[in-house]
């Protein structure tokens, strides 16, 4: 019997039958690259900077990118610089703190809006406690021809990295976003979309039928709730994502 239940188990995940509806939607593919190297200018310029690079990004050139926090100033922002070959080519700002115990997830690189040039995607752990383990900084940089980048940022709760999605599969993804909720003394999960545009993230929801909730139970559930109407989810979107920020 214990041998027939686990057969139907592996079936039943195997196949894909638990799994979000977003989940049906394709994917991207990335490349993944984590050699974080560690500069600690703490001593000398009270800064620590974590910097990778990806050689031949730009055909014959490498990318580098260089995530740096400040030790001196609690109230100045980190930043992101970026550079082409040896040459510094750009410098972003970033309300995120970085350190050796939030920098482990690797780089994801693809092209997200269809446009044939790499994009990059960055996961910054909160590094909290208990359901606060799930919030994440996601980061974006999407290259545009004079081969610099616009920074997309901003707060969500995830488990690793939840992959895009290709909803009408034109081959531009959209990012989709998740939230907790509280209706009728339950908690649910509030799952909104976006897509990536020229002017940062666009809301895809109401092209989609979305946001889409499911309810927090103590195990896996995929399952649309069927205790909230649909018009109801409506009032719990968001326009843009939490502590969301845009930078060209």
């Known amino acids: 019997m214990k ?4 057969i139907i188990f592996n079936l039943i995940y195997l196949t894909g039958y638990c799994q979000y509806p977003f989940e049906e939607s394709p994917k991207p593919v990335y490349e993944e690259f984590n050699d974080w190297k560690l ?25 580098t990118i260089q995530l740096t926090s400040y030790t001196g100033d609690e109230d100045q922002a980190s930043s992101i610089s970026i550079f082409r070959g040896k040459t510094q080519v750009q410098k972003l700002s970033e309300d995120m703190f970085f350190s050796t115990l939030n920098i482990f997830e690797p780089i994801r690189i693809t ?24 919030n994440v900084r996601v980061i974006y940089l999407i ?13 969500d709760m995830m488990d690793g990295n939840r992959e895009e999605r290709d909803f009408n599969k034109d081959g531009i993804f959209e990012t989709i976003t998740m939230k907790l909720d509280n209706y009728e003394n339950n908690n649910y999960w509030t799952f909104n979309i976006y897509e990536f545009t020229e002017l940062g993230l666009t809301n895809a929801n109401e092209k989609n039928n979305y ?11 995929f399952k649309i709730t ?6 109801k989810m409506k009032t719990y979107a968001l326009k843009q994502p939490k502590e969301y920020n845009w930078q060209k």
Do not use: H
């Not at 041998?3 to 686990?6: A, I, M, N, T």
């Open 211 to 221: 946001p889409i909730m499911t309810q927090y139970l103590y195990k896996k559930n």
């Open 39 to 63: 500069y600690d200018l703490t001593e000398t310029k009270q800064q620590a900077d974590y910097t990778i690079t990806i050689n031949d990004f730009f055909e014959t050139e490498a990318l």
């Open 111 to 134: 092209d997200f809006n269809a446009d044939n040039l790499k994009d990059i995607k960055i996961l910054i752990p909160y590094m909290g406690n208990g359901i606060a383990a799930l």
């Open 143 to 155: 290259q545009s021809k004079n081969n610099k980048f616009s920074k997309i940022s901003y707060d």
């Open 226 to 231: 069927n205790k909230i109407s649909y018009s």
């Open 3 to 6: 041998q027939l239940v686990l």
